[in-house]
């Protein structure tokens, strides 16, 4: 392609509207456009690079037993009526009527319609397992879209749906998934992990995230250095951790006035924070709960919420404090909590002699024992894992990192075929309710995510099997008549080799077509100027690390193919 | 891939949802189903046709220097308002509000965005012609979505705007355009016409319709036998035809009792209708208007809407009727009608000593003379296109036929540009309005159009270029082993060439498998029986045809190859 007649208008300034580097950068290499909040248009280089992932993610499917189809983005309310999700969905679903008055949604997933799909069609354990997937756009109506492609209105998904007999044909379909996932981000050239995750709302037992690892992730992910574990930080689960046993002594009262959080309290009695006890005041379902965790720890609230199986889990308001605690906030404790639901977390139940709140003003408590002094409902993993916890597996170092989430894979189980009666005849001619799984790729989030992962002060920097182009050849000075037929050369050999290169053909000055060439991030740049050409010289620079090569014309071709391969 | 493996339920009943034979194939084929009135899923088997059609229309565009990009489904209302389409568009528009209540569609065409988008980015004459396109879904609410996918509410569109300097530019687009479509149509074995067609509502100078050929298409084309003539009969235009000379006579009135109709009078006084004058009172925004046609020829309510440059056009009440003739209805005349407009088609104006009526209840007159005895504000071709008429442009002979419109070109001109404030800068610094064109393919209802022309009783009948698998082996027993032996090693033998095959895998009746094999159309099915086996033979019949042939084992890849490029 001749860079003239791409629509690819690149800006100098940063667009204002941007927030994170994957829409600065898109927006400034002509590579997509706001149409609305939350709402974009891929311009052509965006749009070659979303084919080339889609056609990686289709290819991984198919070799999976998946088989596309297409779904309708427009679906009728009766289906999210039945499952009970048109009301839970709330604002963030997209709904329309039609002249009629017949309400739709926008399509945000699609279990709904592919169950109500495959109930009608499929009778016998003969016709299973399906593994159906598309790739379209979804809708979810964000309160704040924001971040540009990564939490959009409007956003293209593949979503494939497993059907399985059993519980054993879904783990059959949720790891060849889990393979085809691993593919996929590995063909697309990206550093990733699949960690396990929490499986929220949309309900399932297991289920992992694929994460491109990124500092500007909105994730926190953790994962050992020894073995495969992997987690989201909302699910790592936290060994026990056993402090050295010493002499238990007794319960003794202190006076510390305004003495509130763990850092004052530590301070002013001098022992560390994990000496203490933080002892937090929830509302679950409106009823009061207490959680304690060691004074150094954070509660993980997925946790909590998971192990109550409550809808709701808020904070409680200093009134409720004070009503359960009999004490303004800052000075509650375990002991004598008796009308109380009481949870605590492993590692607080550990610690020896510790400090708590007394839930009288000003004062707290030493030589607090766990067993002793105070007793639980449960002990249990409530907090979030930490620096100096070691992997739950198998003990080994853990390394924090930040992630993108561009994939999910989830068991489903029996919830949506229960909730749309979608059942089949087995062998034995008994009805069961299919078994099923979803699987989720982000594949316009996946773009972002990859130059969020690859980029530098001038621009992106595309890994080779997803750049919109391979190399762009840029002739210094398209006046002088050399230049132009040597670059036309070089352009015209490497496409018939089936290098996908641009030929910069404008007349501009070579700073520009540089500045532009490092923005639009080709993996190659080749430059043509008189020495080039005098010399019979291919002088190639690749974008992610500077490196500058020279090949003889005569053989440039094969250097070029083989450079791609490498980096 | 084994058919025990695709999802392709087909049906044995005609479902009584569908009207049209696409529809009732696609159904029972298992391509398609319903999901809400004028939405669809499409199923796998339906999705490998939409995908090859769509890569035919993509690397067609792309030779003619489109480039694809990708624009919002869900559009913001300002852009519509600012061209005054979002109240035009009436109740077609599906319209939602986002949670903060503002307003958006869901396109049903992209003039707006794209032109908007070009805008903000499109500054000088350098940067033009720009031909951008996309594939994605268009949204219609229909009063009475039918005919399944021929006129669904959610359905699948390639809409392709161009950009140019000026009228020369945009013609060189346009004819680019044409050819491309001719291209794209031709390459999907499909017999077409491109026709002239009126531009309508949309706007602009010219527009061609591509109609695939078939006898249950909507539209009625006419085209000539000697040159590439070819229009809609909405468009075609009508050569005068003039009567031979005779002796003008001079009027006389007779009583024609109750005798209202052309039929009744032309029998009545023993005349042919071609003798008689058809007088048709209008109403042309509230005012009306008198056309005169020849009674054996019809209005063609287009052509007049379009001379009158009108918005509404309808035929007069009664009581207009009586106003503007004063006569009851049958018995109008052109003759003394002074006080209102009157057009006279080219046709009757040649008629000597016509009929037609006096303005008086029960008579007409005889010996009418266009010219002596009324006249007209203009003698123009105000008809529709007729058994008998010539070639307008080479007078050839002329066939008519019914089309499915699968395609359309538009030469847009300024009329976005302008209404969107869309220009550039020419050569010399002057600012200039973008001219701009349209051009659109129905993805989805090419496919069905392909069953409209392609099927008998038995199902469809895929033109290969489209076909969802080129070959399906059918064992006639899978409990044979022979049989199941051969029939993989030639489904092997297939797929390692490149042609693409199913395997009917399933224990079911011979029978069965070649039912569904007629009615998912495979343009060649393999029957493995157990002489083929012994033979070592491999038996093909050809879909289209209902041939037979045998090809030894030996080379019957090859031999499948030519069959398949032949047919």
Not at 323 to 348: E, Q, S
Request: proline share 4%; with cysteine; hydrophobic share 40%.
């Amino acid at each position: 392609m001749r860079f003239s007649e791409v629509f690819a208008p690149t800006l100098r300034e940063v667009p204002a509207e941007a927030e994170v580097v994957s829409h600065k950068l898109m927006l400034r290499a002509g590579m997509m456009r706001k149409a609305a909040s939350g709402v974009y248009t891929y311009m052509p280089l965006a749009w070659r690079v979303l084919k080339k992932i889609t056609q990686i993610v289709r290819e991984e499917m198919d070799i999976k037993g998946g088989q596309e189809l297409m779904l309708p983005i427009m679906q009728p309310a009766e289906i999210w009526q039945e499952t009970g999700r048109w009301d839970v969905y709330g604002d963030e679903m997209f709904r329309l009527k039609d002249r009629h008055g017949r309400e739709f949604c926008l399509g945000p997933t699609h279990e709904e319609i592919i169950t109500t799909l495959v109930k009608g069609d499929v009778r016998s354990y003969r016709q299973l397992p399906l593994r159906l997937y598309q790739i379209q756009n979804k809708y979810r109506d964000e309160i704040r879209p924001r971040f540009g492609l990564m939490r959009g209105r409007e956003f293209i998904m593949k979503d494939l749906y497993s059907f399985d007999r059993d519980e054993a044909g879904l783990d059959t379909s949720y790891s060849k998934m889990y393979d085809a996932y691993t593919q996929v981000f590995s063909r697309c050239g990206l550093q990733f992990r699949p960690v396990e995750a929490d499986s929220g709302a949309i309900g399932g037992s297991s289920t992992h995230e694929f994460m491109v690892l990124a500092e500007s992730g909105e994730a926190a992910v953790v994962y050992c250095l020894d073995c495969d574990y992997a987690a989201n930080t909302e699910k790592a689960e936290c060994l026990p951790v056993s402090d050295p046993k010493t002499t238990l002594l007794s319960m003794e009262e202190v006076v510390t006035p305004e003495q509130r959080t763990i850092e004052q309290v530590a301070e002013f009695l001098r022992v560390t924070p994990a000496q203490c006890l933080k002892t937090l005041v929830y509302v679950a379902d409106e009823k009061p709960l207490v959680v304690v965790i060691r004074g150094d720890h954070e509660v993980n609230e997925i946790k909590l919420k998971n192990y109550l199986k409550c809808i709701q889990l808020e904070m409680a308001s200093p009134e409720t404090v004070e009503m359960v605690t009999g004490a303004p906030m800052g000075f509650a404790g375990p002991v004598g909590l008796v009308k109380t639901r009481i949870l605590v977390d492993h590692a607080a139940a550990e610690v020896q002699n510790a400090v708590c709140g007394a839930n009288k003003s000003g004062t707290h408590i030493l030589n607090v024992n766990y067993g002793q002094d105070y007793k639980a409902s449960a002990v249990l993993d409530l907090r979030e894992i930490t620096t100096g916890d070691r992997c739950p597996r198998c003990s080994g170092e853990l390394k924090f990192a930040r992630g993108i989430e561009v994939g999910q894979v989830f068991k489903l189980g029996i919830k949506y075929s229960k909730a749309l009666d979608c059942k089949y005849l087995d062998e034995t001619g008994k009805e069961k309710p299919i078994v099923m799984g979803c699987y989720g790729i982000g594949v316009s989030r996946t773009m972002a995510a990859a130059i969020e992962q690859n980029n530098d002060a001038n621009g992106i920097i595309w890994p080779v099997p997803i750049a919109p182009y391979h190399v762009v050849v840029v002739p210094v000075s398209v006046k002088d008549q050399l230049q132009r037929e040597f670059a036309e050369k070089v352009y015209q050999a490497l496409q018939a080799a089936g290098v996908e290169t641009v030929l910069d053909d404008r007349d501009e000055r070579p700073g520009v077509k540089f500045k532009d060439a490092d923005l639009i991030g080709y993996p190659l740049r080749i430059t043509v100027g008189a020495k080039c050409v005098a010399e019979n010289v291919v002088e190639v620079k690749v974008r992610r690390t500077g490196e500058e090569l020279k090949f003889e014309l005569v053989d440039f071709v094969a250097n070029i193919k083989d450079l791609l391969n490498k980096i």
